[in-house]
């Protein structure tokens, strides 16, 4: 079984920036694909980006240029790193990750908020 604890959640100003981690533990298999899906009030989960344990990367349309997702299979920690915020990006962020895809495992989640 995989643990994923998220950290670097918070309050931001539109524009600003902030980075997303996550550490998984346990028995990690080395097909393991981590990523990040989000959720704001009232509107249902969705993926916002993930990574291949070899380094290929998918985005959601309305994160790509502004967001950058990376790994470090070495720590098994995966980062989100997210530029030029807007409030439509405020919501509760989740770490998965699973074997050849993302789903099966799921962190507790993070609070972004991004509002003047």
């Known amino acids: 079984q995989v643990q994923l604890v998220e950290s670097g959640g918070g309050l931001v100003q539109p524009g600003g920036s902030l980075r997303l981690s996550c550490a998984a533990s346990?028995?990690?298999?080395?097909?393991?694909?981590m990523g990040w899906y989000r959720q704001a009030p009232g509107k249902q989960r969705e993926l916002v980006a993930r990574?291949?344990?070899?380094?290929?990367?998918n985005y959601a349309d309305s994160v790509k240029g502004r967001f950058t997702i990376s790994r470090d299979n070495a720590k098994n920690t995966v980062y989100l790193q997210m530029n030029s915020l807007k409030p439509e990006d405020t919501a509760v962020y989740y770490c998965?990750?699973?074997?050849?895809?993302?789903?099966?495992?799921w962190g507790q989640g993070t609070q972004v908020t991004v509002s003047s």
């Open positions: 990574i291949s344990s070899g380094g290929s990367t």
């Open positions: 346990g028995r990690i298999a080395s097909i393991y694909v």
């Open positions: 998965s990750g699973g074997v050849l895809r993302v789903g099966t495992d």
